[in-house]
């Protein structure tokens, strides 16, 4: 069946550093990939939906400046979140759509820990 | 704004009894409805989709859809402590392929 696969699964960078997530569609090809940011005991929060080809379209209230989203191929989407705080320690989550109304599939998520 | 609720628990059932989860949603052109099941500390992974009034079943779950009431639900019977985990509805509309989730709900089996 249709993978999702994200890497690293688990990150520790130190403040003020940059990190980048990514995201891959492993048996098919997503020109749409969704990123998720989710806080302890909370539901997903949609950050931005990333097409393959153009720029991002960020949801109200994310930082297009911080968190860099580039989705060169339609493989591959990744997430870089720029000189980094600990208020941005979360579980970050990509997925990607298979089109035509099909489901949605996620990756295993990445935990991002901002000393 | 469109709108997925669902009631955050925790709903405690005991092992072997049927858990009842429910969703509301408030964008009447939505067209296909998901169930998730999310462990604590893990990506949320698909149980059951569904996107045509009615009841879907597959293996012990059964996924109930009624788009004139603007909800859905998912029944899970013979409920086993590794069901333990928090369900999120999602839905997803006519334009487009985001998905809404619902905050999600925490169920606990209890052995």
């Known amino acids: 069946g249709a993978v999702v696969s994200q890497h690293p699964s688990r990150v520790i960078c130190k403040s003020g550093t940059s990190v980048k997530i990514e995201c891959r569609s492993l048996?098919?090809?997503?020109?749409?990939m969704f990123w998720y940011r989710q806080f302890p005991k909370k539901s997903l929060m949609l950050m931005a939906t990333?097409?393959?080809?153009?720029?991002?379209?960020?949801e109200q209230g994310v930082e297009k400046d911080k968190f860099l989203i580039n989705h060169a191929s339609l493989t591959l989407s990744t997430l870089t979140v720029t000189s980094a705080h600990p208020e941005d320690s979360s579980f970050y989550i990509c997925?990607?759509?298979?089109?035509?109304?099909?489901?949605?599939?996620f990756g295993e998520g990445s935990w991002l820990t901002v000393v | 704004q469109k709108e997925v609720e669902q009631n955050s628990g925790p709903l405690s059932v005991p092992e072997g009894a049927i858990a009842s989860l429910n969703c509301t949603y408030s964008?009447?052109?939505?067209?296909?409805f998901f169930w998730y099941r999310q462990y604590s500390g893990k990506s949320p992974e698909l149980i059951m989709s569904?996107?045509?009034?009615g009841d879907k079943e597959d293996g012990r779950f059964t996924a109930q859809l009624n788009k004139a009431s603007q909800y859905v639900s998912l029944l899970i019977r013979d409920s086993q402590p590794s069901d333990s985990a928090t369900y999120l509805c999602?839905?997803?509309?006519?334009?487009?392929?985001?998905?809404?989730f619902g905050g999600g709900t925490r169920l606990m089996v209890k052995p």
């Open positions: 569904i996107y045509s009034n």
């Open positions: 964008d009447r052109v939505s067209q296909s």
């Open positions: 997925s990607a759509d298979l089109g035509g109304g099909n489901t949605i599939y």
């Open positions: 048996d098919f090809q997503a020109t749409t």
């Open positions: 990333s097409n393959e080809g153009s720029k991002a379209t960020y």
């Open positions: 999602a839905v997803k509309g006519d334009a487009g392929n985001m998905l809404t």
